[in-house]
């Protein structure tokens, strides 16, 4: 049994993912990291006197609408959904055909379409994932259309964030969507990488900021079953509706062995759901979740919504999604009350998504960093704030254990699979940030990062949005270090 439990916690640590006070009092302890990111003493710069932005910007106008209407039936894993997409062109240019990604044909015989229609519609083709659907006539820019879809989802049986196993079913990227369109990159979309391991390398979806309304029905005895989601619902006896705006997606995960726990932190509901051998770190992992909300609300906006959900992971991994964030259950067992557990990390880690990825977007297949490395480097703003005398413990842990290398600006497609990613993306992008931080000061770089955050929320945003942010609070000329950091 403590083979087994060893070999679990070596499992755990490779696969370690992501995915108060005002900021300048935040207290830095000297690290050993410092000597090594930067040996030389760089004198304290002098902050520009650029204001911070502290109104959130407008949600974009002419947000696609997602209307999905599921029946599922949790015992057999299998659910039937109508859907209509109501999409605005919001490009400057004529479309005369429209993408759809549908990820669920990632696993065979997962996916099966009865129908696609609407008053547009002359046509489509599916190529794996994609389904290209040709117009009649041209859809020109601010002119919107609908389609109207029909078609059952198989969950596989899949450890992971679309699948089931005997404890829970996951529903993630359940359902067709339209990916972001750029007038220089045409379609935000790609095909998921799997290296030699069989681990999916980083994310290769990329959603544009939507409104979304779901109804759920349960049949087969719903009144065992506890439904986790994206947002608070509406409704009883099996029978839920969801309403969630602004979100980059809308996710479920369905059990009859959840026990859920609550707390409140500046009025936002935060919520665990567990299975029966972890109810007290269910409760525990509420009040790891309530330091880090709090935390974040303050280093960048409050959050905006109502309620986030912590649910425990049938599975060897972690993942956010839009007020959702899934941790492994290994990483629950493992907990024992201290600072320096994974529970703690990842709690810190995945909750930041909530904001860097659900709110500030970016392209996590082409620059995963701007997620990735941010929340990543939260983890340590957590510790420093809660658990000061942890943060040497963090940064042996997750920085010098796996000895980064590599360059920050990867992708999904680096040489060499998952760890290198995670050893680029991840951890060279934390001394990235760090080395930034050292040199511009802690007021320039707690303004910058607000700064960042409250500009680009509701945007796709590129690297040169937080160098832009970062020169904004700062005169110093940050060319040597990225040039460090950065191959392109």
């Known amino acids: 049994m403590k083979f087994r439990r060893l070999i679990l916690l070596i499992l755990l640590l490779t696969l370690l993912s992501g995915c108060a006070k005002e900021p ?52 057999s894993h299998f659910g039937s959904v ?8 919001k490009s400057s240019q004529p479309m005369d055909k429209i993408m759809l990604v549908v990820p669920p044909r990632n696993f065979e015989n997962s996916y099966s379409q009865y129908s696609l229609l609407g008053e547009r519609v002359l046509d489509f083709r599916e190529e794996g994932i994609f389904t290209w659907v ?50 220089d990159e045409g379609w935000l979309a790609y095909p998921r990488v799997v290296d030699q391991d069989n681990i999916i390398v980083g994310e ?28 608070p619902a509406q409704g009883a006896d099996g029978k839920y509706s969801y ?32 299975f029966m051998n972890q109810i007290e770190q269910g409760k525990a992992v509420t009040e790891l979740g309530a330091l880090a909300m709090k935390l974040y609300g303050e280093l960048w906006f409050p959050y905006p919504r109502e309620m986030v959900s912590i649910v425990v992971g049938d599975f060897l991994h972690n993942m956010e999604m839009d007020g959702l ?74 920085i010098y254990r796996p000895a980064p290398t590599g360059y920050v600006d990867s992708d999904i497609w680096i040489d060499g699979g998952y760890v290198p990613y995670r050893n680029a993306v991840y951890l060279k992008g934390v001394q990235f940030l760090h ?25 796709i945003s590129k690297r040169q949005d937080i160098f832009d942010a970062f020169s904004r609070h700062s005169q110093v000329d940050l060319t040597a270090i990225i040039s460090k950091y950065f191959q392109n």
């Open 134 to 183: 040709r117009l009649n006539s041209p859809l020109q820019p601010l002119e919107t259309t609908t389609f109207n879809l029909s078609f059952r989802i198989y969950l596989p049986e899949h450890q992971g964030i679309f699948g089931y196993t005997n404890q829970q079913a996951n529903l993630s990227d359940w359902y067709p969507f339209i990916p972001p369109y750029d007038e």
């Open 82 to 89: 109508t859907q209509i997409i109501t999409y605005t062109n």
């Open 435 to 459: 080395e930034i931080r050292q040199t511009i000061g802690e007021g320039a770089f707690f303004a910058a990062l607000k700064d960042y955050a409250y500009t680009n929320t509701y945007n």
């Open 204 to 231: 290769s979806i990329v959603n544009e900021f939507s409104n979304f309304e779901v109804n759920l029905t349960l049949v087969s005895h719903p009144e065992l079953i506890e439904v986790a989601a994206s947002a």
């Open 243 to 274: 309403v969630l705006e602004h979100a980059r997606g809308f996710s479920f995960s369905i059990s009859d062995s959840y026990f859920e726990h609550e707390v409140e932190q500046d009025g936002v509901r935060i919520r665990s759901y567990v």
């Open 24 to 75: 300048a009092e935040v207290v830095i302890e000297a690290s050993p990291v410092l000597d090594e990111i930067n040996p030389t003493e760089v004198p304290e710069p002098t902050p520009t006197e650029a204001p911070l932005v502290l109104k959130l910007p407008d949600p974009p106008e002419n947000q696609t609408r997602y209307k999905l209407d599921l029946i599922f039936n949790y015992y």
């Open 325 to 398: 964030i899934m941790i492994s259950y290994g990483i629950f067992d493992f907990y024992n009350g201290n600072p320096d557990t994974d529970l703690t990390l990842m709690t810190s880690h995945e909750l930041s998504h909530q904001w860097f990825y659900g709110f500030i977007g970016s392209n996590h297949a082409l620059e995963p960093w701007l997620d990735e490395a941010i929340a990543t480097y939260a983890e340590l703003l957590y510790f420093e704030r809660y658990h000061p005398d942890f943060e040497d413990w963090w940064w042996q842990v997750r």
